[in-house]
């Protein structure tokens, strides 16, 4: 069984930074995508970043691009997103989300989700 725990969430003004954890537990890290995904109120959730097993691959959904950045460390079980220049329309609840589907950016490729983390960028 993979468990995944999201954290890093906050509250912060437009423009600032923030960096949200994930850690996986299980042997098998290594071997998934992994993904974040948002989920603001009222909205479905969607797609924001995916790596692939060997973080040699990346992929981002455009609103982010050159803001936000997916990164892993499979040594430590923990997949990370830094989130730079933060938008009030950047608000919403962001988990995280392990796939055995390369670079996979919708939800029904996701196997296993984290509980979620509280994102609130003020204006």
């Known amino acids: 069984q993979v468990q995944l725990v999201d954290s890093g969430g906050g509250l912060v003004q437009a423009g600032g930074s923030l960096r949200l954890s994930c850690a996986v537990s299980?042997?098998?890290?290594?071997?998934?995508?992994m993904g974040w995904f948002r989920q603001a109120p009222g909205k479905e959730r969607e797609f924001v970043a995916a790596?692939?097993?060997?973080?040699?691959?990346?992929y981002y959904t455009d609103s982010v691009k050159g803001r936000f950045t997916i990164s892993r460390d499979n040594a430590k079980n923990t997949v990370y997103l830094q989130m730079n220049s933060l938008k009030p329309e950047d608000t919403a609840v962001y988990y995280c989300?392990?796939?055995?589907?390369?670079?996979?950016?919708?939800?029904?490729?996701?196997?296993?989700w984290g509980q979620g983390t509280q994102v609130t960028v003020s204006s």
């Open positions: 790596i692939n097993r060997g973080s040699d691959s990346t």
């Open positions: 299980g042997r098998t890290f290594s071997r998934y995508t």
């Open positions: 989300a392990a796939s055995n589907d390369y670079l996979a950016h919708y939800v029904a490729a996701y196997d296993y």
